[in-house]
């Protein structure tokens, strides 16, 4: 069966430092992967979708980034972070675009 | 664009039904999806719905109207543990790489 793993589950940070999030998908291959970021008590906001290895496509500007180094491994990356960063990360995969997206625990991610 | 509307929060007593109602208006639709989170964990999968009607899960089932750009999902015999946020989630085109919008969750409260 596949699974998805992502850490860390927690994560305190200053302000202007850089970040490092990673998700891995076992039991699949080719997997679609996604980032969302959830402020608390709103809703899922996609940040950034892959089809595949090195193909990533961003849906919010900011100065956030993501990268798919290996088919089932996604990263989220900042050289800065903001106070605006902090949030609920979750990441998920799906079969392919027409199936639906399962979530890792997620990164619950603190900037002070 | 997209915009999905869902109510922020619904009471019910355990044993009862709850029918959480999701309206949607997207510029192509390619599947409506429906996810539970409850407080603190990421959401997970319940229910999918491409074509009209009713899909029946167990104690959960999930209707859909195209026409009318509406779905609902149905929890019946409430337990204690459905005490969660429910969040509706539309496919909103069909390419292929399975963008969800989310809304922005219903509050489901479960009393004893």
């Known amino acids: 069966s596949q699974t998805i793993h992502q850490w860390p589950a927690t994560l305190v940070q200053p302000v202007g430092s850089p970040l490092s999030l990673e998700c891995t998908v076992e039991?699949?291959?080719?997997?679609?992967l996604y980032w969302y970021r959830q402020a608390a008590g709103r809703g899922l906001q996609l940040l950034f979708y892959?089809?595949?290895?090195?193909?990533i496509s961003s849906e919010v500007p900011q100065n956030l980034s993501a990268s798919r180094p290996q088919d089932r491994q996604f990263i989220l990356s900042s050289k800065k972070l903001l106070l605006s960063d902090s949030g609920f990360y979750l990441c998920?995969?799906?079969?392919?675009?027409?199936?639906?997206?399962?979530f890792g625990d997620g990164t619950r991610l603190s900037i002070l | 664009g997209q915009n999905i509307d869902q109510p922020t929060e619904m009471t019910a007593t355990e044993g009862a039904i709850v029918q959480i109602n999701c309206t949607y208006q997207t510029s192509g639709f390619n599947g409506l999806f429906w996810y539970q989170q409850h407080a603190g964990e990421a959401p997970t999968f319940l229910s999918y719905?491409?074509?009209?009607g009713l899909e029946e899960k167990g104690r959960f089932s999930s209707f859909l109207s195209r026409s009318k750009g509406y779905s609902y999902l149905l929890l019946k015999e409430l337990q204690m543990k459905d005490s969660a946020s429910y969040l509706c989630?539309?496919?909103?085109?069909?390419?292929?790489?399975?963008?969800?919008?989310f809304g922005a969750g219903t509050q489901v409260v479960v009393t004893p």
């Open positions: 719905n491409v074509l009209d």
């Open positions: 892959s089809v595949g290895i090195g193909q």
């Open positions: 998920a995969w799906s079969v392919d675009g027409d199936q639906p997206q399962h």
């Open positions: 039991g699949t291959s080719n997997p679609n």
């Open positions: 989630a539309v496919r909103g085109s069909t390419d292929s790489w399975g963008k969800l919008q």
